[in-house]
Every structure is written in structure tokens, then in C-alpha cells.
């Protein structure tokens, strides 16, 4: 059974109430069983966090090295900032993916660049809750 950690950076704990025009109405927890219940069909076994604190990801993804399989990420505005989080995905050698339940390129201009690309196998961008189950298939292709 392959293992997967799913990270979700800062404000994706207020899904639901956080501008539901954009984000949807589920909340992180309705996202969580969405995975749990993919994972369940394609093998997988989800450990599934969400931090507002930038050095608890950066921790989460250095102990992810070599007890992981593969990454999701929605780095959430750190994305668009930090090179620190960049510098830790680089210490990995499985694949990442990035998620974003928005689409940051169709938005703001502050939002265009992403830190986490340049070190992802993938980017699924603008699908919404859905774009998680949409890594995980992602997923079962790339670990085949
Ligand atoms: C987000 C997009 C980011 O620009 C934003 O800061 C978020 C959520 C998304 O999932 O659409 O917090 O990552």
C-alpha cells in the first residue's frame, strides 16, 4: 500500500466560511473523507494535515523524506511566497503534486508565480474539492 501525505497550508482550515464564491462550500474536513474515500479505491493510505505556520510545513515535508510515497500540496498563499518551502520539496525524490482548489493563474497578479511548481510533477489548478481526488489519480499513475 502506497503512503500519501496530503498538505494544506494557511486558511484551508476555514474552508466553507473562507469566500465560498471562490473555494466552495466544503470544509477541509468534507475534502478529507473525499481522499480517504479515493484512496480506499485505488490502495492508498492517506495521512491528511493542515497548518497556518510556514515551518510546520517545512518540518512535516523534511520528515516526509524516505517514509512517504508521494506528496499532494496546496501550499495555499505560500505558494506564491516562499523559497524556503521550495528549498524543502527539493529535498524529496518522490513525486509532488500540487493542488490548488482555485485557479491563481486566472486570478490576482500576485498569485501568477508559484514557488511549488517548479519542483512538481504535476499542477492541477481550478477544479476545486474534485482537483484532490484528481492528485490522487494523478498519482496512481506515476507510481505505477
Ligand atoms: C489556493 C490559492 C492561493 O492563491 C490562495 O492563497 C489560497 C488557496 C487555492 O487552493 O485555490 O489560500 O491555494
Known amino acids: 500500500m502506497k503512503k500519501i501525505l496530503i498538505i494544506n497550508g494557511p486558511n484551508l482550515n476555514m474552508l466553507g466560511v473562507r469566500e465560498p464564491e471562490i473555494y466552495g462550500n466544503q470544509t477541509l474536513n468534507d475534502i478529507e473523507k473525499l481522499c480517504l474515500n479515493k484512496a480506499s479505491t485505488l490502495d492508498f493510505e492517506i495521512d491528511f494535515r493542515q497548518s497556518n505556520h510556514e515551518g510546520q510545513i517545512i518540518d512535516w515535508i523534511q520528515e516526509s523524506k524516505d517514509v512517504f510515497d ?17 528549498d524543502a520539496l527539493k529535498l524529496l525524490d518522490c513525486p509532488i503534486i500540487e493542488v490548488h482548489l482555485s485557479n491563481p493563474e486566472e486570478r490576482e497578479e500576485f498569485r501568477h508565480i508559484s514557488y511549488i511548481k517548479p519542483v512538481s510533477s ?19 499513475e506515476l507510481l505505477q
Open 122 to 140: 504535476a499542477v492541477i489548478a481550478g477544479h476545486g474539492a474534485e482537483g484532490y481526488e484528481m492528485a490522487l489519480d494523478k498519482l496512481s
Open 70 to 86: 508521494a506528496l499532494v500540496i496546496n501550499a495555499a498563499a505560500y505558494t506564491h511566497t516562499s523559497i524556503a518551502i521550495h
